[in-house]
């Protein structure tokens, strides 16, 4: 509320907020697909199910990707004594990474592991920790 009454905001705090959006965009998607069965047979109208498991998944790949350039945009705004929090962003930077580039170029006739997508939940954390450790000076 500080932005609409004159204040300007941490230049951090944008970059970060697009990072949580794009990276919880990619997860609801993902989730989607876990639940593709079950929304079928309630009649759901779900991305999957629209446009297919292959393009929800690349477009999970591409949002993983940006919430990544989003994180990097942010990294200069780190204190360069907290050594924690830059960690933290490297490990969520990593998996970002990681998964963006596997979900962008898997082929679709590939298994989709759904249980392996539980690992992003370790991102969203790693960049909490990074958010406190920047807050606390560590």
Not at 18 to 30: G, H, N, Q, V
Not at 98 to 113: A, C, D, K
């Amino acid at each position: 509320l500080g932005f609409f009454s004159g204040h300007r905001l941490h230049p951090i705090l944008p970059p970060i907020l697009w990072t949580a959006f794009l990276f919880y965009l990619s997860r609801e998607f993902l989730k989607d697909i876990e639940d593709f069965d079950a929304n079928r047979l309630s009649e759901r109208f779900t991305v999957p199910i629209v446009f297919g498991r292959a393009v929800t998944m690349k477009v999970a790949g591409f949002c993983l990707l940006a919430a990544a350039s989003c994180l990097l945009r942010a990294w200069r705004y780190i204190p360069p004594d907290s050594v924690i929090a830059m960690g933290f962003v490297v490990v969520a930077l990593g998996l970002f990474i990681t998964w963006g580039l596997w979900l962008l170029l898997r082929t679709p006739r590939q298994v989709v592991p759904y249980a392996k997508f539980k690992i992003l939940d370790l991102s969203s954390w790693s960049v909490i920790l990074a958010l406190l450790s920047m807050r606390a000076g560590i």
